[in-house]
């Protein structure tokens, strides 16, 4: 290709936007080329010292012409040049290659040339100069194109020293260093490194991104406290967002457990108070240290069940949150148990007052060991909380399981008949539950079974299905039946005249059939046109085939056992916990499963409950007697199935009739909690009994609505003045009611905005407050301007609150805000 066709392009698209362009050309080295440019339209003409027929020519002889002008060797300067006012117009093109390169790009800043002449590498890379060319725009001065430049080799668009910073951060909690080795290799490392001195105030002699991280973290540390004039305010707001931002967050992270090591921030805080940490989430070990500190404070009584679960409760919003959630959840509930053991009255004067009382509160007690157990069990690092753990399992057991059921037993003995005034008996849960709906013939009733779902969990279960839109759950409890075991337990919820057991005790008979396993509950259902199925069959349907089952039957009982069958095998016993979690998690499926084929009527229910412990029993909660008697059919940990049983101290016996039995079995209970020594299985989880924990069975009432019903919780601004004069301001917050199932908790992002320009930092802000006191639900946020704020003064700012779309990066604006005019004196410049 000749130098004129190289050129040539170049001309012709000054000639799209203008009728005239100016050619300098001081060597003359495009003279001969001149007339095989071949531009269409265009006139050449040469100056030979006819500078003003020339300008006559253009403006008055032929004012609508195109014209290139060109002029070999020097130009005459100042007043000498008759046509200088014309080039100032028009501009002059010059075919050297880096004037080329400037006048492709479009940019006519200061310095753009220097630039364009020090970067022939990069723009010698076709990729990059196309890539480049996408992104600049007419008025880029000569900083921003080496952004753009930047931008450009490191892959995206982007070009602010905070999203170069981002991703720079990124590929170095990666590992890796290609990116910036990029920068290096087209020469624009130094001018990263400039921007970072000027604007963010970290400067070496020998700079690198990893001595950059630590000089961040450490600046951290000092809340970003600097004698530097301007202060360090800019990367004190870019570093929040590093930290929040989801592009990053997870890079920082990884950047800040490098940094505590070389800092070893485990040591400098060894000694810090722990109500000094609470408001400190830069580093992994402050979240460690607080959870051993509470832990701590928990056993030694030294912290109120309410000043740890606001310290728990301010916790939620840590970066490190996901690998602690556990472990805080652990310590709240200790503290919340060991606090509601000590203010604990388990007296009763009657067998209905201790059901009532066990429904209404003590079951809150099982609830929260339980939560305790499965959170220490489960979560990854325990070791804070051997602590409490030996004071939780002491109290529970000694305090309550032990206390609670000799307090019982009292009511127990005292009884001649099985049965509560204050209670729906077992054995009537269908006469009570689900024929009221279906006795008109057209409402049908779906029954969930879950095995060994204790009360306890089944109120847990409410609370997390009414979390769930248009879901409605209403927890009542029945009476168990005695023993409170399985076979037993699952007959007594069919429908049925009576019922007994068979003449070794197992099967149990419903008005004269066999009741155990599925298909035999299927034929005492079909009585009332209903069918029993197994949990996992129904998950393995596919929607249309549960509606079709559905529509085929007026009632239909699904069984789930998850809880028994771990708790039942001694080698998984002491999984029984984690059991129940899983349990929760797949009853909540379940039930959406089911109202997707339209069930609207679903109730929950259970066989039994149980009595679990984590540790190994002392010789003390052991018979050290073996039940006596004519025929002993069945001998459980818990019961006694036989004839002509033997009264002793150790059991309390009943007749067949005094259990509501239509059988000729006598039944005997162990006392209180104590179990019967016997070989094989565990110890730790049993029932059959008539604890409390095992005869208040559940009745979980579900249904679901049309219309949504739950909602995130309100947040009101409460501006204390309509001006921001200094470098920061503090805004009160306030939670405008309380969290519950249906009112629920949400995370928002606070920032200040001109128009849509950020001026602040972004403060994200946790509003989960159970508390009903209006005293506990306020919270102030601190917005921090940035020195972009300066070029808005005497203009109206705005207080935003945003909320993360769900499943995505991006932000939806809240209704509430507040409108601040920015009056800054010169003076608050120094507030930074």
């Not at 004037?99 to 970067?119: C, H, K, P």
């Amino acid at each position: 290709m000749s130098e004129a066709s190289a050129i040539r392009p170049h001309l012709e698209r000054l000639f799209e936007t203008q009728r005239v362009v100016f050619w300098h050309d001081p060597k003359g080295e495009y003279d001969t080329e001149l007339d095989s440019l071949g531009l269409v339209g265009v006139v050449t003409v040469r100056i030979a010292n006819d500078e003003y027929a020339v300008k006559n020519r253009l403006l008055h002889m032929e004012p609508t012409a195109k014209f290139l002008v060109y002029r070999a060797g020097a130009v005459p300067t100042g007043i000498g040049n008759w046509l200088l006012d014309l080039e100032l117009a028009y501009g002059v093109f010059t075919a050297d290659r880096i004037s080329l390169l400037q006048q492709e790009l479009g940019l006519t800043a200061d310095g753009i040339g220097e630039i364009v002449q020090a970067s022939e590498k990069f723009f010698g890379t076709s990729k990059w100069a196309q890539s480049l060319r996408a992104i600049l725009d007419a008025d880029d001065d000569a900083t921003l194109l080496q952004a753009k430049m930047s931008a450009v080799l490191l892959g995206q668009r982007e070009h602010t020293l905070l999203e170069i910073t981002r991703t720079l951060l990124t590929e170095n909690a990666d590992g890796a260093d290609t990116k910036y080795r990029a920068l290096a290799e087209y020469s624009l490392d130094d001018f990263y490194w400039h921007g970072v001195a000027e604007i963010y105030g970290y400067k070496s002699p020998s700079p690198s991104i990893d001595d950059f991280v630590l000089w961040v973290f450490k600046q951290a540390i000092a809340e970003f406290t600097s004698e530097r004039p301007g202060g360090l305010r800019n990367i004190q707001l870019d570093f929040g967002s590093l930290r929040y931002d989801v592009r990053s967050q997870k890079a920082l992270a990884t950047l800040a457990k490098r940094s505590a090591r070389d800092l070893n921030i485990a040591s400098t805080i060894e000694d810090t108070p722990l109500r000094d940490l609470v408001g400190n989430d830069l580093f992994e070990e402050v979240d460690q240290k607080i959870i051993s500190d509470l832990a701590r404070a928990v056993a030694d009584r030294t912290a109120t069940a309410r000043e740890v679960a606001e310290i728990i409760r301010s916790r939620q919003s840590s970066i490190w949150i996901d690998g602690y959630r556990k472990l805080y959840a652990a310590v709240g509930s200790a503290s919340e148990l060991l606090a509601a053991l000590n203010a604990l009255s388990l007296t009763m004067q009657s067998f209905d007052e201790g059901l009532e009382r066990y429904r209404a509160e003590w079951f809150r007690i099982d609830q929260l060991y339980r939560q305790f157990t499965y959170a220490a069990r489960t979560a990854e690092h325990s070791g804070p909380l051997e602590v409490l753990r030996s004071q939780v399992e002491s109290f529970y057991t000694n305090r309550f399981v032990y206390k609670l059921g000799a307090e019982w037993q009292q009511q127990v003995d005292a009884m001649e008949r099985w049965y509560s005034a204050a209670l729906y008996s077992q054995t009537s849960f269908f006469a009570n539950y689900v024929k009221p709906i279906t006795r008109d013939g057209r409402r049908k009733a779906i029954v969930i079974v879950s095995d060994a779902l204790r009360y306890e969990v089944a109120d847990e279960l409410g609370s997390r299905i009414r979390q769930e839109d248009r879901f409605d759950a209403t927890l009542d409890a029945m009476l168990g039946v005695l023993p409170s075991y399985t076979q037993l337990g699952m007959a007594a919820l069919l429908p049925h005249s009576t019922i007994g057991h068979s003449t070794d005790g197992d099967p149990v008979v419903v008005d004269g059939l066999r009741s155990d396993g599925t298909q035999n509950r299927s034929k005492i259902l079909s009585g009332v046109a209903g069918r029993a199925i197994q949990a996992e069959d129904v998950f393995s349907l596919t929607r249309d085939e549960l509606r079709e089952l559905y529509q085929q039957n007026q009632v239909l009982y699904v069984y789930h056992n998850r809880i028994d069958t771990t708790g039942e095998k001694g080698g998984t016993e002491r999984q029984v916990f984690e059991a129940a979690e899983d349990t929760l998690r797949e009853l909540v499926d379940l039930v959406k499963r089911l109202t997707n084929a339209n069930a609207t009527n679903l109730f929950i229910t259970a066989d039994h409950g149980f009595l679990f412990q984590d540790t190994a029993l002392a010789d003390a909660f052991y018979l050290s007697t073996l039940p006596q008697g004519d025929d002993i059919k069945v001998t459980d940990r818990r019961y006694v199935l036989g004839r002509g049983l033997k009264d002793d101290p150790a059991f309390k016996t009943f007749t067949a009739s005094q259990v509501g039995l239509d059988s000729d079995l006598d039944v005997q209970i162990p006392k209180s909690i104590h179990r019967l020594r016997l070989s094989g299985g565990g110890s730790r989880f049993v029932h059959g009994g008539a604890s409390l924990q095992e005869v208040v069975v559940p009745v979980l009432a579900i249904n679901k609505k049309r219309k949504s019903d739950t909602r995130p919780v309100n947040i009101e601004i409460l501006p204390e003045s309509d001006k921001i004069t200094t470098g920061q301001l503090v805004v009160k917050l306030f939670q405008a009611e309380s969290v519950t199932d249906k009112i629920q908790p949400r995370t928002l992002r606070a920032g200040l905005y001109v128009d849509e320009t950020l001026i602040s930092n972004h403060s994200m802000l946790v509003f989960n407050q159970e508390s009903t006191d209006k005293r506990d639900r306020y919270q102030t946020v601190v917005m921090l301007l940035s020195q972009d704020a300066n070029d808005y003064n005497n203009r109206m700012a705005e207080f935003r609150l945003e909320e993360r779309i769900p499943n995505t990066n991006q932000w939806r604006r809240l209704p509430a805000k507040a409108m601040y005019m920015l009056k800054r004196s010169f003076t608050s410049d120094f507030d930074f």
